[in-house]
């Protein structure tokens, strides 16, 4: 939704000098969408490894980053 207004405050910013205040919010909706991007959170590769025949995997979701430090998740409870 903020990207297809962000389009159509530049497309109406660009159609008169007169709309100026259009490519302010256009320029605004994009620093609120790069904003969002860079907060949302990365997972983290911790083991990556190809599955034979016969193998099995244990997913363990523990508070403990690699280093044996505790994550920056929220705890559950």
Do not use: C
Not at 25 to 41: E, G, H, I, Y
Not at 52 to 74: A, M, N, T, V
Request: a positive charge.
């Amino acid at each position: 939704m903020l990207a297809s207004l962000q389009r159509l405050a530049f497309a109406r910013g660009l159609t008169n000098k007169r709309n100026q205040p259009w490519l302010i919010a256009a320029a605004a909706l994009w620093l609120v969408r790069k904003a969002l991007t860079l907060r949302k959170r990365q997972s983290e590769v911790v083991y990556r490894s190809v599955l034979k025949p016969g193998e099995s995997l244990h997913i363990d979701h523990s508070l403990l980053d690699q280093r044996g430090k505790p994550s920056r998740g929220r705890t559950r409870g």
